[in-house]
Antibody, heavy 121, light 114 residues
Framework: QLQLQESGPGLVKPSETLSLTCTVS??????????WGWIRQPPGKGLEWIGS???????YYNPSLKSRLTISVDTSKNQFSLKLSSVTAADTAVYYC?????????????WGQGTLVTVSS | DIVMTQSPDSLAVSLGERATINCKSS????????????LAWYQQKPGQPPKLLMY???TRESGVPDRFSGSGSGTDFTLTISSLQAEDVAVYYC??????????FGQGTRLEIK
């Protein structure tokens, strides 16, 4: 049973870079059977896919965020990370990391509890 | 992008009654090669992450009560709760994974007790 936990600053200043890490337990992040993603939810609003990554480092980004986004994997720490640059108030949201076991991307079975990131000076 | 539109935005149903939530995709999410609909449903309670309820449009995730059912094909889908329980109060989201790795969610439907 996978468990995921997000960590990172809860407050980021406008124009700076938002950095979050998702620590995975209960499974190896480098397994070819797992697929990982980041999803965010602005306060009181719906879910937005940010991007996804597989163990080999293949990354896929939401086109609306692609120019500001980097997602990476650290197999030594069993973690994957999100960096979003040049943030504005519109990036204020609960950020979830998620994972699934399967042969390709799809739905997400496993979710972290989420972490609220507020962009404010 | 495949746009997912849910209706209604909110719904109030009496305990024990049927609740029906609709989800429409801007293009078909039925993959002809395997005849599967690339559609999932989630339940989200306040302060919690989404919980997977259904995938392949109508396959219940392990542990999900059988009062939850999913139906539909192509572009039109429905999540039905046959007999509403108090613990079903939540926001429900549909999600397409036809265009993986890119995925999109509906805007959500808030379900309350009447």
């Amino acid at each position: 049973q996978l468990q995921l936990q997000e960590s990172g600053p809860g407050l980021v200043k406008p124009s700076e870079t938002l950095s979050l890490t998702c620590t995975v337990s209960g499974g190896s992040i480098s397994s070819s059977s797992y697929y990982w993603g980041w999803i965010r939810q602005p306060p009181g609003k719906g879910l937005e896919w940010i991007g996804s990554i597989h163990h080999g480092g293949s990354t896929y980004y939401n086109p609306s965020l692609k120019s500001r986004l980097t997602i990476s994997v650290d197999t030594s720490k069993n973690q994957f990370s999100l960096k979003l640059s040049s943030v504005t108030a519109a990036d204020t949201a609960v950020y979830y990391c998620a994972g699934r076991e399967g042969y390709t991307y799809g739905w997400y079975d496993y979710w972290g509890q989420g972490t609220l990131v507020t962009v404010s000076s | 992008d495949i746009v997912m539109t849910q209706s209604p935005d909110s719904l109030a149903v009496s305990l024990g009654e049927r609740a029906t939530i609709n989800c429409k995709s801007s293009q078909s999410v039925l993959y002809n090669s395997n005849n599967e609909n690339y559609l999932a449903w989630y339940q989200q309670k306040p302060g919690q992450p989404p919980k997977l309820l259904m995938y392949w449009a109508s396959t219940r995730e392990s542990g999900v009560p059988d009062r939850f059912s999913g139906s539909g094909s192509g572009t039109d889908f429905t999540l039905t709760i046959s007999s509403l329980q108090a613990e079903d109060v939540a926001v429900y989201y549909c999600q397409q994974y036809y265009s993986i790795p890119s995925i999109t969610f509906g805007q959500g439907t808030r379900l309350e007790i009447k």
